[in-house]
């Protein structure tokens, strides 16, 4: 940062929020005329400057989905430090060696106070923040997808593709079960948000953070948990307790309320209480085998055990 354009511009306020927000730095070099902050090497460049070196200058749709879903759950990340985030651009999402995003330019940003009376309440900038709330956030994030996937033009305009823009019809019968799948999503959601491992100014919080005495593959146990209750929930409604419609079923595994492929291995013979798909691809265990929770109980050499990827005590369909 030019410190003489700082001053002259009236910017030194926000070099201030900014360096208040970057908690923890690589370190900060002052001279007579700059002014710099030291943080991770992006090799990757900012997503602008990928976008332009794509075919036909723009991202597919799997790496749009992909770097939006990256931009929400950073977003999410700096709500949650009580930061509000406002120059998100393409230009401002920079891309790391790993191929992770990391957001940077914190001058606008505000930093609130969570126990005022109201949202609107600022600890390092003036401004107010009426108009510039997490609605503001999700425009820009909006804005910036329009731009990742817009095609160009021989004239130098964008066109987007055509999407979809009518609502989503429930079928009869949704009103039953849906409070019991907004609890479990609800319950998938928490637990994801406790699970969050995002690049936070290059620095890694959840890989490197103790999981409170429990092995990093236990992390992810509730996952995989509700994973299968909320499939197990939709399995009975429909094939055992015939309670819902094939429409309602079809469309409950169309929006994901439900893991499609773990349902069919449930309808084939010897797997009507298996746990989880990854207990049985033979590429994550030893010996090209199966997980040790789909041997039978009377077949092990211990009666207490633990699937490594699901926490799971035994699923075989003698037990």
Known sequence: MDRKELAGRNKEGRARTEREILERLYGVAEGDRWSCLLTEFCPGGDLHVLR???????????????????????LEYVHMVDIVYRDLKPENVLVRADGHIMLTDFDLSLKCDPTAPTPAHVISDPISLAGHSSKSSSYACTRSIVVMYCKSTAAGRSIMPKIKTSGVKYPDGWELIEPTLSELQSKMREVNRTLLSWWMLGLCVAE???????????ALWPIFKINHQRSRYLYDLYYNRKEISQELYEFCLDQGHADRNLIAKWKKQGYERLCCLRCIQTRDHNFATTCVCRVPRHLREEQVIECVHCGCKGCASGD
């Open 52 to 74: 332009q070196r794509q075919p036909h200058r723009r991202f597919s749709e799997s790496a749009v989905r992909f770097y939006a879903a990256e931009v929400v759950a950073a």
């Open 208 to 218: 490197n953070d103790p999981h409170d005495g429990k092995r990093k593959c236990e």
